[in-house]
């Protein structure tokens, strides 16, 4: 009998939206009127940018006036608003690799050329700032940090987020802060948003949010950005122009999810710490170093010893295992393997078995 399909390979949380969203979004589908007509007809986006607001000061310690607040259906709508705010083609970003294929596809279709500044497996994927400083020229416009990082997990120091911040400054760029993942961090990482530490770092700084992963809402697509004054007009302009917005109705679940008590959240965050103590280790214990992520939710391990790059060894994988993971070469790491955490400890031994199967079969 075929082996029946274990399929890891999105970051689509294996769990429902919180409750008491649910209900608000129900609720204010059944009482209509205001909830399920155009938002920007009531006061309904004003509640949420109020809601946002609190939050992020709340998580980030970052304070924002409403007004800079634009609601995106998901962040990668509000992906597509920030960068073409301040980008244009022939310019030049810096990221760190590996990437978030949804960054670069969007850099690509900009026709925005990017930098790689290299996370180090041998420096637990984190950066060294002279990497940071030397990849800057005369054409970079802006920064890309992505905190926690996706696919690495990597939880960027205080002084690492510093050095971002010192190197825009001195080279006037803009910094991309995606922190979609702020709330999964682990053991004794410390999350810290960019635009917290200096007033010069947040009035260039365009954070990127999303309620996919901290809610578990991937597709009720809601998100946004908080843009500073310098790129607003530009950025409402795209936004208006090209970027979907959310339902009404799912602003009201929003607000009731950034005005919740967390509780849910912290459930899902301890629930992926588990999963990673025991994934990484499991697999590195197979000879496939796995790094013990320090956030987000992706194990990434290094298969190079197989000699096979990753499309030959998920190919191979899928074939004799029935197993799909993520291909690193998609992250910019080819050889090596990401498997978002996203099914419960049970199933993540199953994988464990199979990759130890197939391993054995090489
Ligand atoms: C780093 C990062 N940013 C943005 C997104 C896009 O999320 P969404 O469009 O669902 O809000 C993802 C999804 O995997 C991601 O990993």
Redesign the pocket.
């Known amino acids: 009998m075929p082996k029946k399909e274990i399929r890891l390979n ?2 689509d949380p294996d769990c429902e939206a919180p409750q008491y969203a649910i209900n608000e979004a129900l609720m204010s589908i059944i009482q209509g009127g205001k909830n399920t007509h155009y938002p920007h007809h009531t006061d309904i986006p004003n509640k949420f940018a109020e809601a946002v607001v609190d939050y992020y000061k709340k998580f980030t310690g970052v304070e924002y006036d409403p007004k800079f607040v634009l609601p995106a259906a ?6 597509y608003t920030a960068l073409a705010a301040v980008l244009e083609k022939g310019d030049e970003v810096l990221m760190f690799s590996p990437y ?1 294929m ?2 670069t596809s969007i850099f690509n279709g900009m026709g925005v050329k990017m930098k790689m500044v290299p996370l180090k497996e041998e420096l637990g994927y984190h950066p060294e700032p002279e990497d940071i400083k030397k990849a800057v020229s005369k054409k970079t416009k802006a920064v890309l940090l ?1 905190n926690p ?2 696919p690495t997990g990597t939880v960027f120091t205080k002084d690492e987020c510093k050095v971002v911040g010192d190197v825009a400054v001195d080279n006037d760029l803009a910094i991309f802060a ?1 922190e ?2 702020l709330h999964f961090v682990y053991g004794d990482n410390k999350f810290t948003s960019v635009a917290s530490l200096s007033d010069e770092y947040k009035e260039r700084t365009l954070a ?1 949010m ?4 901290t809610f578990s809402m ?1 597709g009720w ?3 946004y950005d908080i843009v500073p004054e310098k790129y607003i007009e530009k950025a409402k302009l795209v936004a208006g122009l090209t970027a979907p917005r959310p339902a009404t109705f799912v602003f009201n679940a929003g607000i009731a999810c950034l005005r919740g008590d967390f509780k849910y959240v912290e459930e899902r965050r301890v629930e992926y710490e588990k999963r990673r103590n025991y994934f990484c280790k499991a697999v590195d214990d197979l000879g496939w170093p796995c790094h013990l992520f320090e956030g ?1 939710f992706y194990a990434w391990f290094d298969a190079t010893s197989t000699g096979m790059g990753s499309g030959e060894f998920l190919a191979k994988l899928k074939e004799s295992q029935n197993v799909s993971l993520s291909p690193g070469d998609r992250f910019g790491a080819d050889g090596f393997i990401r498997v978002p955490l996203v099914q419960p400890v049970p199933v993540l031994k199953e994988v464990v078995k199979c990759l130890g199967e197939f391993q054995k079969s090489l």
């Open positions: 999105a970051g998901g962040s990668s709508a509000a992906l978030y949804g960054h992505c990082g996706n995606d979609i993942y990127i999303s309620f996919s992963k991937t697509r809601l998100g987000a």
